[in-house]
């Protein structure tokens, strides 16, 4: 008998969820590029794009990735997504900031870097474009922040653009459609366990 109301009641809930979801999506009729900003302190910025470049591709979709800051060409991620046939994948960094200790150095690379960002945020051809780790970029002030921007804001209609990284700085913050903060709450990092194959690389 009790099992029944809670059931009961659950349907019940369930029926005016559904009502006030249906409604939404059928107020929701607009179609655009949008700007995805994945940004804060926690792990799975990249990876959460990443996730998108794996959706964009299975809708037939061409992506371009242009991966700033980091230096690596042996992440699990290029050596899958690098040879699909629609994905143009850049690695267009020197390493992070502390490896490379050079601010002059970093300010060249990102320009050389966004120069190919520039490229894709132009083209309608691609579809999603990731630009990882680009927030470093703008906060660090390699690259003038209003120029990013408006190359983003006047990309194509239908493009969708994924910026990733810390601290992104406001005006950006401001221009997205989509904001999401990752909080750190726990790092197997913090307990002496090394990046690993398959979920860091």
Known sequence: MINDEINTRHQARMVRKKA?????IARNDKAQGLLL???????????????????????????????????????????FFGAHPLCEWHVLGDGFTWDTQ??????????RGWT???????????????LDELTYLLSYHYLDHERVLDAISQRPAMQHVVVTGRAAIEPL?????????????????????????????
């Open 37 to 79: 900003v994945l940004t804060g302190n926690g792990k799975g910025k990249s990876s959460s794009a990443f996730g998108m470049v794996g959706r964009a591709l299975g809708h037939g979709m061409k992506v371009g990735v242009c991966q700033f800051i980091k230096s690596r060409t042996d992440t699990g991620e290029e050596a």
């Open 102 to 111: 050079d601010r002059s150095a970093d300010i060249a690379s990102a320009e």
């Open 116 to 130: 190919v960002a520039e490229r894709m945020l132009a083209d309608p051809s691609y579809q999603l474009v990731v």
């Open 173 to 201: 913050l401001d221009l997205a459609d989509t904001v999401t903060e990752m909080l750190d709450v726990k790092h197997a990092f913090q307990a002496g366990i090394k990046a690993q194959p398959g979920i860091d690389l």
């Open 20 to 24: 006030l979801i249906d409604a939404a």
